[in-house]
């Protein structure tokens, strides 16, 4: 059930960056979205506020025991000034997959979508419109009850903020050069690699601040049992084509069912081109050689972030001669498309922003 929004609306607006140099997560829109939960009421009191810092107990156990998940999706600005979002419904659905997983009470989604919706209507203004910029929406839930006993909160916050992008790797579309990560792993089957929280970013720092210092931009995870399986790839999905045909780990539990990975699927299919989702392994990829012509990771962030060269336990394998393939060019320039509206959308993936706020009461504060 939609409950009724309160929007307090600052007429104390930000000053907006330069579109050209936004880099990544690093500016803030005006307003966030918050709703608690009690065990009492339930999911309540949805509300759009002015962006500010939270007031939290230090006791939360989100802080202690991790009991927290996230989504990332992005709105986009078309030439004729619509505003649309990419999927949001699947980010909303994975949202309370993750949700299950961690414990935390799955939120409504069409409420939820709808708090969206007005958010990005109350800030429409910060959607960038330069080619390869787009409105990164970050939804996520806390577990705010100050106990120290290991169970689940009986308090959360469901909060929405916004941050104007442009492409997550410096390197934009260039090929990214990868480190095989042999010693540490990212998730195991059983455990949380499939919910999208934050233990599963944390247990990937170590290895990526080695595999940097090393000259690499991100690790190829492999599974944390036999050391073999290809996973993932830095916090995004991977694929390869070997003889024109494509491969992607098949979803396994340890592995996020990215987004960007079924759409990409979905395209490839579409365009008739071979599709495989099964195990793959590292010696694999090193048996085909020159015949591994191209090699990608998919992800809402970087979108397509083609992989110019792997290194595993010292032996290099440079992929299409360090260069971006034509398929995953292509690939980019289709999906980037249909975001931002240049292309027709033959799978109803987008989905467009009312500007209008609808039921809500709203104030204006000077904070
Ligand atoms: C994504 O690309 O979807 C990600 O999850 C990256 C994000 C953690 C910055």
């Keep these: 059930m939609i409950q009724p929004m309160e ?14 140099q936004l880099g990544f997560g690093i500016h803030f829109t005006d307003h966030m979205f918050i709703m608690d939960y009690t065990l009492e009421k339930g999911w309540h009191q949805p509300r759009i506020v002015p962006y500010q810092p939270l007031s939290i107990d230090p006791a939360a ?4 025991y991790g009991q927290t998940i996230f989504e990332g999706l992005k709105a986009y600005k078309t030439e004729d000034g619509r505003i649309l979002l990419f999927r949001p419904q699947k980010n909303l659905h994975r949202l309370n997959i993750s949700a299950r997983r961690l414990g935390i009470p799955p939120l409504d989604e069409e409420a939820a979508l709808d708090a969206l919706q007005q958010l990005v209507a109350a800030d429409q203004d910060w959607v960038p419109s330069e080619p390869g910029t787009s409105l990164y929406i970050r939804p996520f839930v806390i577990a705010t009850q100050a106990a120290l006993g290991v169970d689940p909160s009986a308090h959360y916050q469901f909060i929405i903020i916004m941050s104007p992008v442009g492409s997550y790797y410096p390197e934009g579309i260039n090929p990214v050069r990868i480190h095989v990560e042999s010693e540490y792993v990212r998730a195991v089957k059983g455990g949380l690699g499939e919910a999208k929280t934050a233990g599963n970013y944390a247990s990937g720092l170590k290895a990526q601040v080695s595999a940097k210092e090393n000259g690499y931009s991100q690790v190829l995870w492999l599974d944390g049992v036999h050391r073999t399986y290809i996973e993932e790839v830095g916090s995004m999905n991977v694929f390869f084509k070997i003889n024109g045909t494509i491969l992607t780990p ?4 340890s592995i996020l069912d990215g987004i960007t990975r079924s759409s990409i699927i979905q395209l490839l299919k579409h365009w008739g081109i071979p599709v495989e989702e099964r195990k793959i392994s590292i010696e694999e990829l090193y048996e085909a050689g020159g015949h591994l012509e191209e090699a990608f990771g998919t992800g809402t962030a970087a979108v397509i972030s083609p992989i110019g060269e792997l290194n595993w336990n010292d032996n290099k394998l440079v992929i299409h001669g360090g260069r971006t393939g034509e398929l995953s060019a292509r690939l980019y320039d289709a999906l980037t498309g249909i975001q931002n509206g240049q292309l027709p959308d033959p799978f109803g993936w987008m989905v467009q922003v009312n500007h209008e706020p609808s039921d809500a009461a709203i104030t204006e504060t000077t904070r």
């Design 7 to 20: 929007i307090q609306r600052t007429t104390m607006k930000k000053e907006k960056p330069d579109q050209r």
């Design 61 to 64: 156990k989100v802080f202690h």
């Design 250 to 253: 098949a979803l396994n539990g």
